[in-house]
């Protein structure tokens, strides 16, 4: 029994050696194996939670945010819902290439591969880098045709809000109730607010309510963009750009400019507080 264990003992610090001495490709790889499994999937569980996690945020920036805004409505939950499809598919084809990369340093480097192969194509395996791309760009692209095909088919709306963008403000005007007025940047803001977002006049609007936003400028290029709620429509001197959103709850959703329009381009917030359809009502016959 003594024998035999020292016998076993022997193979091991045997194997061990060889590992060491000769750095077999087979042995690197088979360490480098044993190590990958063991942490792999606890990373990758780990860094998918600290993703997902970072991705539910209130309707504004957030220090030290990763992912997107917390959605406003069904459309920005289904471009999230999309945007994290795409980052699992993009981190296992960066793994695959990555381990593959790494294989190939080990098993075929000048020690391990003194000879190297004159082999100068291979058809199955050109066919196979060829095809597999194509059907993955194929699978995200029915996905993404019909998230594009929902946001640009506008429904019957409830009610239609103008904004106009100038140096550097925005105008609101509803028609429906003739009501307009502009909305600056606040520059003197409290312990509370948020800094070069708060605005003097908020675009009120009711939740539960299909908007159609007409977009256009007074003078320059701008864009109305508020990415909680999933909208961004440029806004051209002389063109009128159409959209739309629905707000699901109630709350204070920022955004801001998103073309560059001048010197202050970066004082453009946009503000836009959502209520009931009551409370609606009532601020529309306080104006």
Same mark, same amino acid.
């Given at each position: ?32 194996? *044993? ?12 860094? $998918? %939670? =600290?993703? +997902?996690? @970072? ?22 939950? *289904? ?12 981190? $296992? %084809? =960066?793994? +695959?290439? @990555? ?189």
């Amino acid at each position: 029994m003594q024998m035999n264990f020292m016998l076993h003992y022997h193979d091991r610090l045997a194997g061990t050696h060889r590992c060491r001495t000769k750095l077999n490709s087979r042995c690197i790889f088979g360490m480098f194996s *044993k190590y990958i499994n063991r942490f792999s999937s606890s990373y990758l569980v780990s860094l $998918l %939670i =600290v993703f +997902f996690a @970072t991705c539910a945020h209130a309707s504004g920036p957030e220090q030290w945010q990763l992912g997107f805004q917390e959605a406003g409505n069904n459309f920005m939950r *289904k471009v999230t819902a999309f945007q994290n499809l795409i980052f699992i598919i993009m981190f $296992l %084809i =960066v793994l +695959f290439v @990555t381990m593959i990369t790494i294989y190939v340093l080990i098993r075929y480097n000048k020690k391990s591969n003194p000879v190297p192969s004159t082999t100068s194509h291979n058809t199955a395996i050109e066919i196979a880098w060829t095809l597999i791309p194509i059907l993955i760009v194929i699978a995200i692209s029915f996905p993404s045709i019909k998230l594009l095909s929902y946001s640009e088919k506008i429904p019957e709306a409830d009610m239609t809000i103008k904004v106009a963008g100038y140096q550097w403000y925005w105008n609101y005007d509803y028609p429906d109730y003739e009501i307009n007025y502009d909305s600056n940047i606040v520059y003197d803001i409290s312990e509370n607010q948020r800094r070069l977002l708060e605005v003097d006049n908020r675009l009120i609007l009711p939740v539960g309510t299909v908007i159609r936003v007409l977009v256009s400028s007074g003078d320059v290029i701008h864009s109305f963009g508020v990415p909680s709620l999933g909208v961004k429509r440029d806004a051209i001197p002389g063109k009128i750009n159409e959209t739309w959103f629905e707000i699901d709850k109630e709350g204070v959703y920022y955004g801001q400019c998103y073309e560059l329009c001048g010197a202050y381009h970066g004082f453009m917030p946009i503000v836009i507080e959502a209520i009931s359809k009551d409370d609606f009502k009532k601020w529309v016959k306080s104006q």
